[in-house]
């Protein structure tokens, strides 16, 4: 096969043009409110690579987003789909949250704890749904919908229990103990003039690295991608496929859960009530897109996300509005998800060049 | 005994305020999901919905026409879901996220585009918004006051939804739309054009979840703000699976829901039972139905599976 058409089969050519679309489409709305892009489109960009502190915002903007990426990655690679990061998240913020206000420890043992915490309390909301899909049948989107929700309200919830809301005003949690804080040394914060700069984007690196790991070079990943790839093969070839999704959907919500960890102990510090939805499971869906589902790939899909991400909050300087982030990455999710039949007429039209092969 | 029956009468005014905004959602879910699209894009077409009608209330006036547009600006939606998940198979899931990043994106960046970089639209005079039944007829705050002297839409939508259930099982649509739902394969060999059917039930999906979001903004709230529908698109979608996949169950769970919803604006500031704790309902007790309905095969079979035409 010519390299040509290898490069054809591949996703990445139609993740580009995807990304290439949503940018156009951000355009012509940016037009029609009588936005020049070209200038907010330099905004963006110049809010994201104009200075060293900004390089490094845009990184602790990511570093959650690789995790709810990597998490509907791997569910991707098993065959569930984990609509449900969303709500993992969110418990594992809170889980956070809560033992770095309530729990006192040293420095790196809190921390350790908050993470602990935080991976067990969205392994455990992951954990539920799926046991519920084998156990009882309940299809997997549904049940992970309601969750997000329920994830929601007891938030809500309990930011606004005694022990835990802030004293003075505020709807927000009290800040959560320095111990748990996983800043960078004060030298670094200083030399990057980002106040916020922490070790997220090391723990999601490494996440990355281990869950390429397991997928690629471990029977247990083997048997995971096999459910994924086909459930009846898998359960033919003697996997136990309940047991199997069990532990993906855990997983994956411990990763998820993790990202909210992050979030917690290196930028936010505390929770605030919530409006609306954070969106950060659901950006996550979107990561796990564009990196295909691979893992290493939702590297740099999150770094893209978070760049963008901090890179819109500069527009209202141009009076832009930051939707238009909103605006690209859905028409770019909009786009991967229908560039697969355009992949399956380039596939047959190739086979049938290649002498049906 | 007098003051119960003032208090039956707000708890049933607060209903008939909540209900309606569900009900229009959840019967437009019934015509996707019953014709086998998945359609989770509600939400964002709820919020598009809100926008418009807000926006068009607030510059011609008339809270009729800014409801219609409401609807479709919701239609909108529904064709691009259509697109993406009748004509192109795409996975209906990520198509409806999608949706919920574009519409609402959309709507408040219009918003900020037309109101000076604000994210609410400005307020509604009262004679911009949906009109009340009755009025002047009743002495205010009494029993009949709170039943009777409400929005005349908060009244229709319940016609519509049997109206809606009478298509399902009485008309030949209704019957073209089940069975795409079931067997798309089937109905193709019958002479069914299935895309189209889906089309349609789509697009009514997306026209009718805008009414819903619209009715926010015209009745509820007078104005369009971000967070004016968060989650009233889901709990339409939790109240659809709830009722079966049925017009008329869904209007029984979304009087269910809708009366959540109501004690949860009546109790409002005092501290009796958590306001968070009752908006988890919803989602509980349709987590609770879907374990309970295991087995009995209520979704319709096609439900999320792209249909493609084999050749």
Not at chain 1, 112 to 129: D, E, K, T
Not at chain 2, 133 to 161: D, H, P, Q
């Amino acid at each position: 096969m010519s390299k040509k058409n290898s490069i054809l089969k591949g996703n990445a050519v139609y993740v580009f043009l995807s990304i290439m679309i949503g940018f156009i489409v951000g355009a012509v709305l940016l037009l029609a409110a009588g936005i020049s892009p070209g200038e907010a489109y330099g905004k963006l960009a110049d809010g994201v690579f104009g200075q060293t502190k900004y390089i490094v915002w845009s990184i602790v903007y990511a570093s959650p987003l690789i995790f709810t990426g990597l998490s509907v990655a791997f569910s991707f690679k098993t065959g569930v789909f984990n609509i449900g990061a969303e709500g993992q998240f969110v418990v594992g913020s809170l889980a956070a949250c809560a033992v770095g206000i309530l729990v006192k420890a040293p420095g790196p043992i809190h921390v350790l704890l908050c993470i602990l915490a935080a991976m067990i309390a969205g392994g455990l909301w992951g954990a539920v749904v799926g046991i519920l899909k084998v156990k009882r049948g309940v299809h997997e989107v549904l049940s992970y919908i309601m969750f997000n929700w329920i994830a929601f309200y007891l938030s809500n919830y309990v930011v606004n229990l005694k022990a835990i809301h802030r004293t003075g005003g505020g709807e927000a949690t009290k800040d959560i103990a320095d111990t748990a804080r996983m800043k960078m040394p004060d030298g670094i914060v200083a030399a990057t003039r980002c106040s916020a700069a922490n070790w997220g984007i090391f723990l999601a690196v490494g996440a990355a690295i281990l869950i390429w790991f397991i997928m690629n070079k471990t029977t247990l990943g083997y048997q995971l991608r096999a459910v994924g790839f086909s459930k009846s093969a898998a359960e033919y070839g003697g996997i136990n496929t309940s047991r199997n999704f069990l532990t993906a959907m855990s997983i994956s919500g411990a990763l998820a859960g993790l990202g909210g960890a992050v979030q917690v102990l290196g930028m936010s510090g505390r929770i605030s009530q919530f409006a609306s939805q954070e969106q950060f499971g659901f950006q996550g869906i979107t990561v796990a897109l564009i990196a295909s589902s691979n893992p290493i790939g939702c590297i740099f899909a999150g770094l893209f996300y978070g760049a963008m991400k901090y890179g819109g909050t500069k527009l209202s300087l141009v009076n832009a509005p930051s939707e238009v982030v909103d605006i690209i990455m859905g028409t770019i999710i909009l786009f991967i998800a229908i560039s697969h039949i355009f992949k399956m007429i380039v596939a047959k039209r190739l086979h049938k060049k290649e002498g049906g092969k | 005994m007098s003051v119960l029956i003032k208090d039956l009468g707000l708890l049933i005014n607060a209903m008939l305020i909540a209900t309606p905004p569900l009900l229009f959602a959840a019967l437009g879910s019934c015509f996707s999901e019953r014709s086998g699209v998945i359609n989770i894009g509600i939400e964002g077409m709820m919020t598009i919905g809100a926008f418009t009608g807000a926006v068009v209330a607030y510059f011609t006036g008339n809270g009729w026409v800014g409801f219609f547009c409401g609807g479709l600006a919701g239609a909108v939606f529904g064709v691009i879901h259509a697109i993406a998940c009748v004509s192109f198979g795409a996975d209906q899931t990520i198509a409806g996220t999608a949706i919920n990043f574009l519409a609402p994106g959309l709507a408040v960046f219009l918003c900020k585009a037309m109101f000076d970089n604000s994210s609410d639209s400005p307020a509604l005079d009262t004679a911009a918004k949906l009109p009340k039944m009755f009025n002047g007829v009743f002495k205010s705050g009494s029993f009949l006051y709170n039943v009777l002297c409400t929005y005349s839409v908060a009244y229709l939508c319940f016609v519509l939804a049997i109206l809606v259930g009478f298509v399902f099982y009485k008309t030949k649509f209704g019957m073209r739309l089940r069975a795409v739902g079931e067997h798309p394969q089937a109905c193709e060999t019958l002479g069914i054009n299935v895309f189209r059917t889906r089309y349609i039930c789509v697009i009514l999906s997306g026209f009718l979840a805008g009414l819903g979001g619209a009715f926010v903004t015209l009745a509820t709230v007078s104005q369009f703000r971000p967070s004016v529908i968060v989650g009233q698109g889901f709990i339409a979608i939790a109240a659809v699976i709830f009722g079966k996949f049925d017009p008329v169950g869904s209007m029984k769970a979304c009087l269910l829901f809708g009366f959540c919803n109501g004690v949860k604006a009546l109790l409002g500031g005092s501290n009796v039972v958590s306001p968070n704790l009752i908006s988890m309902i919803p989602y509980v007790v349709t987590i609770l139905a879907l374990v309970l309905f295991v087995g009995q095969s209520r979704v319709p079979a096609a439900n999320g599976k792209p249909y493609m035409k084999s050749k």
